[in-house]
């Protein structure tokens, strides 16, 4: 067993406390001391307002997961019109998937009462190994979600040393400035290692806690804007949400779990 094995017993617990929909910011205490995504260094992310082409339309796909059965917040994006990939240990069952919502629109410069919160509430399947769940979203005004945001591809395999990614995810750096809001962030980086163990590859972009369920995407090469890996947790945290890198479940592994249900 590798030495930060235990940081993943850390980060498989929940997500983190929230609000109801439509409040400005839940509490991040129990987030931060359960989840150990972590800030590589400084603070290297941007709002998706920054974006333009083609990472503006992906970045367009993730979304805030509101989890009121377990009290907590994630990331989510989509995969199909009306389905949604987030981390097992951010809902696990069915009866954590009760009430769970997401909104593609909160980001900066949107007030809360025009966030858009689609139901996503009904579990298709989880699998703990790969710390991945799948919901089925409903329509809103007659529109399913991806219909209206896109959904992202899971690239057929997976990525190479040093090669550039970034991270699309719901957060703020709360450590630092309390009170903040979980916006839409974007977080580039590189991977840093590729055979982190069987499941995952290691990289140096930049979460939190609230980042859990968010993709990797390359940005690029051959699978440019794909899916390469699903976040879920980091190495090294300290005290102030600090640490030496993150990890995701590799594409292939992805792939593997989501052609069991025809994704």
Known sequence: MKKWSFLLVLSLTACGPEMAPGDELPSDDLLSANEQNVIVGTVDWISTNSLTGTEATRARAVGYLSIPAKGSRCTAWLIAADKIVTNNHCISTSSQAVGAQVSFNYIDGVASSSRVWYPCSTLIRTWSAEDMTVLRCSAVNGVLPGNAQGWLTVAPANPALNSSIYVVHQNCDYYTTSGCSPTKKFSPGVITNTAYDSLNV??????????????????????????????????????????????????????????EIGL
């Open 202 to 259: 290691a990289y140096n972009a930049d979460t939190l806690g609230g980042s859990s369920g968010s993709p990797v995407i390359a940005r690029s090469g051959t699978y440019a804007h794909q899916v390469i890996a699903l976040h879920h947790w980091g190495l090294g945290g300290n005290s102030s949400g600090r640490g030496t890198g993150n990890a995701g479940v590799k594409a292939t592994a992805l792939r593997a779990r989501l052609a």
